[in-house]
């Protein structure tokens, strides 16, 4: 009886362990999901879609806990419109959550990058990252004196004389060189516009340094294209102080994909074949 009686209570008291012990881990999620957090944006390879990016964006604006936002920036640029349409959904964020936006630069923030780390309220980079490339470019190729050696002459009907500017089928005339100088520099212009919007301080010197160079993070530090030199952990901290956020927050990486590779090699079939060659882009 002594036996059963022993055995029951050691049965009781590892019940209650257990109960004890589920309820303090529960306890330890529940503030855990209630801690502050940065949610950690990844902006990798050359830009050719906005999608995956503005997704996420829209994802975490009614994240209570997310208080800051950083971009891993680690990007040579990419296709003028994918880069502008991350710029701006950014700043929309910004405005409609009051969340803070932080830039950290890898190895490379160019070109179209550079011009998404515009809608951060900072931008770090280490000193031997490459930030700058500000400018446009867009690059046509022709057929015309392959098409003569087969043979093969295309007939075009148009509806103005400038729709098939950039045809591969001809070569561009002085007229279609000039029209789409214009257009590059429209662009340029528009680019430079916006760094000046976000580094007044750039206003005197802005033709200088935009010509397409690209800087160490070092210079770029020291000619005001980046607001501080650190690492990742740097733009932490930096979060942390502009989100005002007391204790250690919790990091959020995005989760990874199953099928990586796959993905970006079909993303960029599709943007080398409808974007690239055919539209001026930020390289």
Same mark, same amino acid.
């Given at each position: 009886?002594?036996?059963l009686l022993k055995f029951v209570r050691n049965i009781f008291l590892f019940v209650i !362990?257990?109960? &004890? %012990?589920?309820?303090?881990?529960?306890?330890?999620?529940?503030?855990?999901?209630?801690?502050?957090?940065?949610?950690?944006?990844?902006?990798?390879?050359?830009?050719?879609?906005?999608?995956?990016?503005?997704?996420?964006?829209?994802?975490?604006?009614?994240?209570?806990? %997310?208080?800051?936002?950083?971009?891993?920036?680690?990007?040579?640029?990419?296709?003028?419109?994918?880069?502008?349409?991350?710029?701006?959904?950014?700043?929309k964020f910004k405005e409609e959550t009051g969340k803070k936006l932080v830039c950290s630069?890898?190895?490379?923030?160019?070109?179209?990058?550079?011009?998404?780390?515009? &809608?951060?309220?900072?931008?770090?980079?280490?000193?031997?990252?490459?930030?700058?490339?500000?400018?446009?470019?867009?690059?046509?190729?022709?057929?015309?004196?392959?098409?003569?050696?087969?043979?093969?002459?295309?007939? %075009? !009907?148009?509806?103005?004389?400038?729709?098939?500017?950039?045809?591969?089928?001809?070569?561009?005339?002085?007229?279609?060189?000039?029209?789409?100088?214009?257009?590059?520099?429209?662009?340029?212009?528009?680019?430079?516009?916006?760094?000046?919007?976000?580094?007044?301080?750039?206003?005197?010197?802005?033709?200088?340094?935009?010509?397409?160079?690209?800087?160490?993070?070092?210079?770029?530090?020291?000619?005001?294209?980046?607001?501080?030199?650190?690492?990742?952990?740097? &733009?932490?901290?930096?979060?942390?102080?502009?989100?005002?956020?007391?204790?250690?927050?919790? !990091?959020?990486?995005?989760?990874?994909?199953?099928?990586?590779?796959?993905?970006?090699?079909?993303?960029?079939?599709? &943007?080398?074949?409808?974007?690239?060659?055919?539209?001026?882009?930020?390289?």
């Amino acid at each position: 009886m002594k036996g059963l009686l022993k055995f029951v209570r050691n049965i009781f008291l590892f019940v209650i !362990i257990v109960l &004890a %012990i589920r309820g303090c881990l529960s306890l330890i999620k529940e503030r855990e999901q209630k801690k502050d957090a940065i949610y950690v944006m990844k902006l990798e390879e050359t830009i050719f879609s906005s999608e995956k990016i503005i997704s996420e964006i829209r994802k975490i604006k009614k994240a209570k806990e %997310i208080k800051a936002v950083i971009i891993r920036i680690n990007s040579p640029g990419g296709t003028i419109g994918a880069s502008q349409e991350i710029y701006h959904e950014l700043l929309k964020f910004k405005e409609e959550t009051g969340k803070k936006l932080v830039c950290s630069i890898e190895n490379i923030g160019a070109s179209g990058a550079y011009y998404v780390s515009l &809608a951060c309220d900072k931008v770090l980079a280490l000193p031997g990252s490459i930030v700058g490339s500000i400018g446009v470019i867009s690059i046509f190729f022709t057929v015309e004196e392959l098409m003569k050696e087969v043979k093969i002459k295309p007939f %075009i !009907i148009k509806s103005g004389k400038f729709k098939d500017t950039g045809s591969p089928f001809r070569t561009p005339n002085e007229i279609d060189i000039n029209y789409l100088q214009d257009v590059v520099m429209k662009l340029y212009n528009n680019f430079k516009e916006d760094v000046v919007k976000k580094r007044p301080q750039l206003k005197d010197k802005i033709d200088e340094i935009a010509d397409g160079r690209v800087f160490t993070g070092k210079e770029a530090f020291e000619l005001g294209l980046i607001d501080k030199l650190g690492s990742f952990s740097d &733009a932490v901290s930096t979060a942390i102080e502009l989100a005002q956020i007391k204790e250690e927050p919790k !990091i959020i990486w995005p989760k990874k994909r199953e099928f990586p590779f796959l993905e970006e090699l079909m993303q960029k079939i599709k &943007a080398e074949i409808l974007s690239k060659l055919f539209s001026p882009t930020f390289m």
